[in-house]
């Protein structure tokens, strides 16, 4: 069983606001993921991490960063929030080696106003 | 550039039904595929794993099939429930853990 977990489930912000999402799991997984989904559409990679203190930018251009300074903990940050960047956020984990299955979060839904 | 594609985009079937979801990827070097369930408003769950070298999974009422060479993984659902109503997500690895998503299949079983 899955046990990765994401804050807040719900968040509704004022333009320009610094906010942080958070994405733990007990798993003890190498790898965790950020993707990013709009209503309708695919989910698309913006941020993975193979391990402490490593990070790296996905496919999908993002203006949000994330740190990896704990193996449990993936918070992606965004200084300066836009309507733009209101959309489904999904954090994800697998193990470190082989080929994994991924394991999701219930994801942040972002609204910005 | 991999690219994945899920037909059909929606499907709506009366309970009971046994069913057919596709997924097509341009790229045949793959890791694995996956598939996913996802509820409104919800993260994703996973249904099954199949690595590249297997055919196919089962688990319960699911079965997914892979055929790399061509491209290609059916999710076979039998005697449908208005409790399978969800989107179906077919995500594929091609190299470092990293998935790409299909759009999804929208699943509505009717009672």
């Known amino acids: 069983e899955a046990d990765i977990y994401q804050t807040p489930r719900y968040l509704v912000i004022g333009t320009g606001k610094k906010i942080t999402l958070e994405c733990s799991q007990t798993?003890?997984?190498?790898?965790m993921y950020w993707y990013q989904q709009d209503p309708g559409m695919e989910l698309h990679l913006i941020h993975y991490?193979?391990?402490?203190?490593?990070?790296e930018k996905g496919d999908l251009s993002s203006e949000s960063t994330v740190s990896r300074i704990r193996t449990e903990h993936f918070p992606l940050t965004l200084e300066s929030a836009r309507p733009s960047h209101t959309s489904q956020y999904l954090c994800a984990s697998s193990e470190g080696s082989g080929s994994p299955e991924a394991f999701f979060g219930q994801g942040t839904r972002l609204t910005v106003v | 550039k991999q690219e994945v594609t899920q037909i059909p985009a929606a499907l709506s079937v009366p309970e009971g039904e046994n069913l057919v979801l596709n997924c097509s990827f341009t790229?045949?070097?793959?890791?694995?595929l996956q598939w996913f369930r996802q509820d409104p408003g919800k993260g994703l769950t996973s249904l099954l794993l199949i690595q590249s070298s297997q055919r196919e999974q089962t688990s319960g009422r699911l079965n997914a099939s892979l055929d790399k060479s061509s491209g290609r993984s059916t999710l076979y659902i039998a005697a449908s429930q208005p409790g399978d109503s969800a989107t179906y997500l077919c995500a594929v690895n091609s190299g470092y853990s990293t998935l790409t998503f299909g759009k999804g299949t929208m699943l509505l079983v009717s009672p």
């Open positions: 991490s193979y391990g402490v203190n490593s990070t």
């Open positions: 798993m003890g997984h190498d790898k």
């Open positions: 790229d045949s070097a793959i890791y694995n």
